[in-house]
């Protein structure tokens, strides 16, 4: 069965840190893109960060440049999410998608909350 399921969200105060992870299951990330999307209350999905599979070239939304960091670990076929300097703005459920040809998968989301 194809999975993907985010860990590591929680609640944590302004200008903390969280890391999120996505596990895969039933297939390997090796030869797929990867990203992160969030969506908050009331508002439509957006791309946070990705990673080309071919050369490992990333892509940051404007809001999250120099914060956040996406990564990939194909040997414990795995995503990960660095978040550094958290805003309440980004207070949103973070969903990891995997693409690759006619295959695209997303996670379940995992809520993260930024507030004193």
């Known amino acids: 069965q194809v999975k993907l399921v985010e860990s590591g969200g929680g609640l944590v105060q302004p200008g903390g840190s969280l890391r999120l992870s996505c596990a895969a299951s039933?297939?390997?990330?090796?030869?797929?893109?990867i990203g992160w999307f969030r969506q908050a209350p009331g508002k439509e999905r957006d791309g946070v960060a990705c990673?080309?599979?071919?050369?490992?070239?990333?892509y940051y939304a404007d809001s999250v440049k120099g914060r956040f960091t996406i990564s990939r670990d194909n040997a414990k076929n795995t995503v990960s999410l660095q978040m550094n300097s958290l805003k309440p703005e980004d207070t949103a459920v973070y969903y990891c998608?995997?693409?690759?040809?006619?295959?695209?998968?997303w996670g379940q989301g995992t809520q993260v909350t930024v507030s004193s």
């Open positions: 990673m080309n599979s071919r050369d490992s070239s990333t």
């Open positions: 998608n995997a693409w690759w040809v006619r295959n695209d998968f």
């Open positions: 039933g297939f390997t990330l090796d030869y797929y893109n």
